[in-house]
């Protein structure tokens, strides 16, 4: 299983960016995905995910309103629409695919099985 991040890029402040996550092989139709970021120096943080039916999302604090994370099961893709970028926002943001098994997705990254190699996100003032 092989996750292909796009999307990323430089931006100011106020600005939009798409990011996109293409999966390669079987193991996402069933299985909760995700969005995490990590800032230099800093934790890995969560973002945004989504069950795999694509009908519960849960967000970080910090994202209010400002994210909107889909997929699409027939293309392998999971998504995050991100509006109204703050300089805090820069990070690199990851996708992943979790281990399966479960209705509704988890926060937390020891509970994903499969990463993508990141796509930096940055935001100016």
């Known amino acids: 299983v092989q996750l292909q991040a796009s999307g990323g890029g430089s931006v100011q402040a106020g600005g939009s960016l798409t990011l996109s996550c293409e999966v390669s092989?079987?193991?996402?139709?069933?299985?909760?995905a995700g969005w995490f970021r990590q800032a230099p120096g800093k934790d890995r943080e969560f973002v945004a995910v989504?069950?795999?039916?694509?009908?519960?999302?849960y967000y970080g604090d910090f994202v209010k309103g400002r994210f909107l994370i889909f997929r699409d099961n027939a293309k392998n893709t999971v998504s995050l629409r991100m509006n109204g970028l703050k300089p805090e926002d820069s990070a690199v943001y990851l996708c992943?695919?979790?281990?399966?098994?479960?209705?509704?997705?988890?926060?937390?990254?020891?509970?994903?099985?499969?990463w993508g190699q990141g796509t930096q996100v940055t935001v100016s003032s």
């Open positions: 992943a695919v979790g281990f399966g098994g479960s209705r509704y997705p988890s926060t937390k990254d020891r509970m994903y099985e499969y």
């Open positions: 092989g079987s193991a996402f139709g069933n299985r909760a």
């Open positions: 989504i069950s795999w039916t694509g009908d519960v999302a």
